[in-house]
């Protein structure tokens, strides 16, 4: 069963804009991850939350963990037409192995 | 570090035919592979967790007769579709798992194609 639940589904934004993609789940975790596809690729590795930590930077990402609310968030700042892709957050569930649970993904578009 | 390897990248078959799928790790050794699966414009979902050395562990609804995992090395699993239909047209990707950061990450590799005619 899907574990992780995205929002928006598709966002469409001008190029420099933010984008924020939202990500909520149902159990207890040990992280959460969020990852790109470009279409008909592979995933690549954005970054990864600990259930002990609140917020982590990565260049221009920055992702937040609420795990009172199941939520985080994924906010990429000064969008380029480079970061159009899908988006979707995995969580590693607590006791489950190290096995990811995917969400249904977001199609974020960047126009130029 | 940590790259992982598809092979092929993608592939056509006609129905009723088995397709190899190859998951390798080139720099590191993985005792533990996963196996998804991704219909278009979809998630991935987790077919199995493929184990060096032992059976694989097939998640609910995914026929294990079917979509055959073989883990006879620490480089290289491989997913054989038996005798594949139209429905099984997918994107099928693995990933192999390395200690990472003082835990563990799944590393993905780059998906195969697969069209069943």
């Known amino acids: 069963s899907q574990q992780g639940e995205e929002d928006p589904q598709a966002l469409s934004i001008q190029e420099g804009e933010n984008a924020t993609m939202n990500c909520s789940y149902k159990?207890?975790?040990?992280?959460l991850q969020w990852y790109r596809q470009n279409s008909g690729r592979g995933l690549v590795h954005l970054i990864l939350i600990r259930s002990n930590e609140r917020e982590k930077h990565s260049g221009r990402l920055r992702v937040t963990l609420d795990t009172s609310k199941k939520s985080s968030s994924l906010l990429i700042t000064a969008s380029r037409a480079a970061d159009t892709a899908s988006y979707f957050c995995?969580?590693?569930?607590?006791?489950?192995?190290?096995?990811?649970?995917f969400g249904k993904g977001i199609t974020l578009s960047v126009r130029p | 570090g940590a790259v992982v390897s598809q092979h092929p990248s993608r592939v056509i078959c006609k129905s009723g035919t088995s397709v190899k799928i190859e998951c390798r790790s080139l720099d590191f050794q993985a005792t533990t592979m996963f196996w998804y699966r991704q219909f278009p414009k979809q998630s991935l979902m987790l077919m199995a967790t493929?184990?060096?050395?032992?059976?694989?562990?097939?998640e609910q609804g995914v026929e294990k007769d079917k979509f055959l995992i073989n883990h006879a090395s620490l480089t290289l699993s491989t997913l054989t579709v038996t005798s594949a239909h139209p429905e099984d047209s997918s994107f099928y990707i693995c990933?192999?798992?390395?200690?990472?950061?003082?835990?563990?990450?799944?590393?993905f590799g780059p998906g195969t194609r697969l069209t069943v005619l």
């Open positions: 990933s192999a798992l390395a200690a990472s950061g003082g835990g563990w990450e799944q590393f």
């Open positions: 995995a969580t590693e569930t607590s006791g489950a192995n190290s096995k990811l649970t």
């Open positions: 159990t207890s975790i040990n992280n």
């Open positions: 493929s184990n060096e050395g032992s059976k694989a562990t097939y």
